[in-house]
């Protein structure tokens, strides 16, 4: 183990911990309470093996499932959406495959950032949100939930992956 898998090691336990210990415990509105796990979707390097990813993001996932009781909800959308990443990367920032090897979020324009921070969030919400109702009659309480989360999830995500990516994971 390198000392970059042992920074990331260390900074997924303790967002697994603050999220079980402090970030369940906000609920604004009964409803809403950010998900800062999903900080790790933007800071686990790309250049790794898709299958490595792939089941580091199905660990931390079914961890926060043990820890809320959520029966695999989180560790379905954290799998679905780290397997998505690289749409995202394409389709928003632009980038090929050649271009994931040196890839930096830091040096990509701030308002393409911003949008694909928004929407990888949106989306992992979304889907935890779906499963959690698991039905369409109450939609429209699923999308305000889901925004609303967002939002507040990607105040404290974006300054958050400037500071860790700042640090060289």
């Given amino acids: 183990m390198n000392i970059k898998n042992i920074r990331l090691l260390l900074l997924s336990i303790s967002l ?3 999220q079980v210990t402090l970030f369940n415990n906000i609920n604004l509105s009964n409803k ?3 998900m800062v796990y999903t900080i790790l979707l933007f800071i686990y390097p790309l250049k790794e093996k898709k299958e490595n990813a792939l089941i580091y993001f199905f660990t931390i996932g079914i961890i926060i499932d043990i820890f809320m009781n959520t029966g695999g909800i989180h560790a379905f ?5 780290a397997y998505s ?5 394409r389709f928003i920032l632009k980038k090929r ?3 994931f090897l040196l890839f930096d979020i830091k040096k990509e324009p701030a308002t393409r950032v911003i949008v694909y ?16 109702y698991f039905s369409l ?7 305000s939930q889901t925004f609303l989360t967002t939002i507040l999830s990607a105040i404290i995500v ?7 990516s700042r640090n060289r994971l």
């Avoid at 990443?85 to 990367?89: A, G, K, T």
């Avoid at 921070?117 to 959690?132: A, G």
């Fill in 32 to 34: 809403i309470n950010p």
């Fill in 16 to 18: 697994i911990l603050l």
């Fill in 85 to 89: 990443r690289v749409f995202f990367i």
């Fill in 77 to 81: 959308s954290l799998l679905t959406i």
């Fill in 117 to 132: 921070i928004f929407l990888m969030i949106f989306s992992h919400h979304h889907l935890v949100f779906l499963l959690e």
């Fill in 137 to 143: 009659k109450n939609y429209s309480s699923i999308i």
């Fill in 97 to 99: 495959d050649l271009d």
């Fill in 158 to 164: 974006i300054p958050s992956i400037y500071f860790f």
